[in-house]
C-alpha cells in the first residue's frame, strides 16, 4: 500500500510559477514510477510527467521547457515535485500525484488532488 499526500495549488497569474509536492510513503515506494496527472473541467485526465526511480523523466508536449519533475528518494518515503514556469490559462486543472508499481500494474496509487487556478 501506498499512500500519497499532495500540496502546493493554489491561484497564480498567466506567466507565473508553482511548485507541487507529493509525499508518498509506503513499503517499496522508492521503486515506484511517480507521476503528475491532471483533469480541467469537461476534459480527460492527462499525464502531464513522469519519473521513473532512475530519474529517466518523460513530458507532454505542451509543458515541456517549463515543467520539472523530480524526486527525492529515502527509505520507505518519496518526495516527488512538479515545478510550473511560465504558467498559462490552459494549465487550470486538478492535478494527481500517481505511484505506479514498475510490474505489476493493478499497484497503482492516487493522491486526492490539488487545483492550480491560472488566471489574471
Known amino acids: 500500500q501506498v499512500q500519497l499526500v499532495e500540496s502546493g495549488g493554489g491561484l497564480v497569474q498567466p506567466g507565473g510559477s508553482l511548485r507541487l509536492s507529493c509525499a508518498a510513503s509506503g513499503s517499496i515506494v522508492?521503486?515506484?514510477?511517480?507521476?503528475?496527472?491532471?483533469?480541467?473541467?469537461?476534459?480527460?485526465?492527462?499525464?502531464?510527467?513522469?519519473?521513473?526511480?532512475?530519474g529517466s523523466t518523460s513530458y507532454i508536449d505542451s509543458v515541456k521547457g517549463r515543467f520539472t519533475i523530480s524526486r527525492d528518494n529515502a527509505a520507505n518515503t518519496v518526495t516527488v515535485y512538479l515545478q510550473m514556469?511560465?504558467?498559462?490559462?490552459?494549465?487550470t486543472a486538478v492535478y494527481y500525484c500517481n505511484a505506479a508499481h514498475p510490474l505489476v500494474p493493478s499497484r497503482v496509487y492516487w493522491g486526492q488532488g490539488t487545483q492550480v487556478t491560472v488566471s489574471s
Open 85 to 91: 514556469n511560465n504558467l498559462k490559462p490552459e494549465d
Open 30 to 54: 522508492s521503486i515506484y514510477r511517480m507521476g503528475w496527472y491532471r483533469q480541467a473541467p469537461g476534459k480527460q485526465r492527462e499525464l502531464v510527467a513522469s519519473i521513473t526511480s532512475g
